[in-house]
């Protein structure tokens, strides 16, 4: 019989932090929200891969279109930024939206939510948290597109407050959608599967939109379709406000889709994430 | 102290289902406070949905489950305020550093920053990892992984600890490591409530063990109960000559008088014994008759050799078993 070394792990800093100590008490709604932002701001800050595929296909559409077609398509290139900007913010921050879900799936799949839910916190909290952490992220990404829009030439008619404005409702209907992402992530087995079918939801919903060209040329099917295209409708807002031309229609249209949306999404979301398995 | 009965876990007729398969089918259990209580079986057998059921993770379909004295589904967040999980996968985040997991889980246990901060210092000194603190937890060995995983569990001493599987899949070193830390637990009055595979592990270290099976608890006891019930354990031994071996098993089950089997290996033989004393003689009975031995061993009884003794089969057959819904 062999005996196996062990390193002594167990001394008596062990047994002084094993000694019973008062409970404190516990952490609060806000407080436990804020400690999952904090979560996925770190995480963002060790797997930077995450933001610099997103980043890296708005900075290449933004400067591929600007410059192959922009002349073309608006007589010049920096008229085309003008239309093509805010649309480019949009696209951007709503592909990002679906790391949310991966990211949920994948503490699932893990066992983290496990421990998170066997704590004594207020139960939406890992996802409320988790989408404020993400907001961090969305408003990462606006800034290196409209810095890049800046750089290449671009001023927008609407002004810093115009710009704030956009970026806000951007936010407000990224929150919304991620919440699709969430209920996603719960439904779905691994998160490479949560990441392809978000991906096959959005490419079609940002393409088929009046992200890159007015619809006026296309047929009529496909402008109908582009018509009820929340993308579009979120596009034609912030162009609004970035272009100082915003109706109180526009914006308030692309709200109440970002509320009907954490309304339907948010307690599905809850829902599955407590009644899982 | 709120609780009424002096238990630390009470279940009665606790029954889940997934599905067409009943994880949990009528379990009975009681867990005495202060002691470390091992829940012994193979996989699929139902002990991680026990312990889900418990730590408040799954609701049971019938059946009540009181942890501490607090009913887990009417009293869930009173059982969540004093119970702690460490899962059978890393219920720690990879992308974070040890020392930032640490710190989340003592800020969402309520404490202030600064004693936050305090804590996951102290908690990795003391488990050994303060060297890879601010190292992310995927560079992490299995082992190291898992004692973060069970200083998470700690950082605010629960009365309840859940293990399950603590040492599946670890090194024999890194598993010895994690024995020190259950026992240094259970001398510091936490009640451990553990899920193995593996007898061994539930023997050096429950004080009682339920065996389940197939979502049933089909023994309970103390681990010499539950070994006595088996009997010493497996005797082999190992003919220089094969030629022998028909002699040799005639010889070996008159003195042992239990059946000797005939072994795939064609030198090889073996046979459960119930009296260890009666070995020794069996085997002197062998040398006298010119059976020269290359090997003999007498097991400890696996756990195995406990469901055979215990169920009539051996341990994971009957295939309708899936693997706990984990």
């Known amino acids: 019989?062999?005996?196996?070394?062990?390193?002594?792990?167990?001394?008596?800093?062990?047994?002084?932090?094993?000694?019973?100590?008062?409970?404190?008490?516990?952490?609060?709604?806000?407080?436990?929200?804020?400690?999952?932002?904090?979560?996925?701001?770190?995480?963002?800050?060790?797997?930077?891969?995450?933001?610099?595929?997103?980043?890296?296909?708005?900075?290449?559409?933004?400067?591929?279109?600007?410059?192959?077609?922009?002349?073309?398509?608006?007589?010049?290139?920096?008229?085309?930024?003008?239309?093509?900007?805010?649309?480019?913010?949009?696209?951007?921050?709503?592909?990002?939206?679906?790391?949310?879900?991966?990211?949920?799936?994948?503490?699932?799949?893990?066992?983290?939510?496990?421990?998170?839910?066997?704590?004594?916190?207020?139960?939406?909290?890992?996802?409320?948290?988790?989408?404020?952490?993400?907001?961090?992220?969305?408003?990462?990404?606006?800034?290196?597109?409209?810095?890049?829009?800046?750089?290449?030439?671009?001023?927008?008619?609407?002004?810093?407050?115009g710009v704030v404005a956009a970026v806000a409702l951007v936010l407000s209907f990224a929150f919304g959608l991620s919440w699709v992402w969430t209920t996603l992530g719960l439904v779905l087995r691994a998160p490479s599967a949560v990441n392809s079918l978000s991906l096959l939801v959005l490419f079609p919903l940002t393409l088929a939109s009046n992200i890159f060209v007015d619809s006026a040329t296309m047929p009529g099917w496909l402008q109908a379709f582009i018509d009820v295209n929340p993308i579009s409708h979120l596009v034609t807002a912030a162009r609004g406000l970035m272009g100082g031309t915003a109706t109180a229609g526009q914006v308030g249209w692309v709200l109440a889709a970002a509320a009907t949306l954490t309304a339907v999404f948010a307690p599905l979301t809850t829902h599955l994430y407590r009644n899982q398995r | 102290m709120a609780w009424h009965s002096a238990l630390a876990v009470e279940v009665s007729g606790l029954v889940k289902t997934f599905g067409e398969t009943t994880a949990v089918d009528r379990v009975d259990l009681a867990v005495a406070p202060a002691i470390v209580h091992g829940l012994l079986g193979p996989n699929g057998a139902g002990k991680t949905t026990i312990i889900r059921v418990l730590a408040t993770l799954?609701?049971?379909?019938?059946?009540?489950?009181?942890?501490?004295?607090?009913?887990?589904?009417?009293?869930?967040?009173?059982?969540?305020?004093?119970?702690?999980?460490?899962?059978?996968?890393?219920?720690?985040?990879?992308?974070?550093?040890?020392?930032?997991?640490?710190?989340?889980?003592?800020?969402?246990?309520?404490?202030?920053?600064?004693?936050?901060?305090?804590?996951?210092?102290?908690?990795?000194?003391?488990?050994?990892?303060?060297?890879?603190?601010?190292?992310?937890?995927?560079?992490?060995?299995?082992?190291?992984?898992?004692?973060?995983?069970?200083?998470?569990?700690?950082?605010?001493?629960?009365?309840?600890?859940?293990?399950?599987?603590?040492?599946?899949?670890?090194?024999?070193?890194?598993?010895?490591?994690?024995?020190?830390?259950v026992r240094a637990l259970a001398a510091s009055g936490t009640t451990v409530l553990l899920t193995t595979q593996y007898l061994d592990e539930a023997d050096q270290l429950a004080d009682r063990i339920a065996v389940i099976d197939h979502g049933r608890v089909i023994a309970e006891g103390t681990p010499g109960q539950l070994k006595s019930s088996v009997g010493a354990g497996a005797l082999q031994v190992r003919l220089i000559d094969p030629e022998q071996r028909s002699q040799a098993e005639r010889l070996l089950s008159q003195t042992l008088q239990v059946a000797v089997h005939p072994e795939a290996d064609p030198a090889a033989l073996s046979a459960q014994v119930t009296d260890p004393h009666r070995v020794a003689l069996a085997l002197a009975e062998l040398a006298r008759a010119g059976v020269a031995l290359s090997e003999f061993a007498l097991g400890q009884p696996s756990l195995d050799e406990v469901f055979l003794a215990l169920t009539g089969r051996p341990a994971g057959t009957d295939a309708t078993t899936r693997e706990d819904a984990a």
């Open chain 1, 1 to 161: 019989m062999t005996t196996t070394p062990t390193t002594p792990v167990v001394d008596q800093t062990l047994g002084t932090a094993l000694s019973a100590r008062a409970r404190p008490p516990r952490a609060g709604a806000l407080s436990a929200t804020l400690t999952f932002a904090w979560r996925a701001l770190l995480k963002l800050r060790h797997v930077p891969e995450q933001l610099i595929d997103v980043i890296g296909t708005a900075i290449i559409f933004t400067l591929g279109f600007t410059y192959l077609f922009g002349g073309a398509l608006a007589g010049s290139t920096s008229q085309y930024l003008e239309f093509l900007l805010p649309g480019s913010l949009a696209m951007t921050v709503v592909l990002v939206t679906t790391y949310s879900g991966v990211t949920l799936n994948a503490d699932h799949t893990k066992g983290v939510s496990d421990r998170f839910q066997s704590l004594p916190i207020w139960r939406p909290a890992p996802i409320v948290g988790a989408l404020l952490g993400d907001t961090g992220r969305y408003l990462l990404a606006s800034t290196i597109v409209v810095v890049l829009g800046l750089v290449l030439g671009y001023r927008p008619d609407g002004g810093v407050l």
């Open chain 2, 58 to 181: 799954l609701r049971p379909d019938a059946g009540t489950a009181r942890v501490l004295g607090h009913d887990v589904v009417a009293e869930a967040d009173a059982v969540r305020g004093r119970v702690a999980l460490t899962g059978q996968y890393a219920s720690v985040d990879e992308d974070l550093t040890g020392w930032e997991n640490l710190v989340l889980l003592a800020r969402l246990l309520g404490l202030p920053h600064r004693q936050a901060r305090t804590r996951a210092g102290e908690l990795l000194d003391a488990f050994g990892l303060a060297e890879a603190a601010r190292r992310q937890v995927t560079t992490y060995s299995g082992g190291m992984r898992r004692r973060l995983d069970i200083a998470a569990s700690l950082i605010l001493p629960p009365q309840l600890l859940f293990l399950d599987e603590p040492t599946t899949g670890l090194d024999p070193r890194s598993r010895a490591q994690v024995w020190e830390l």
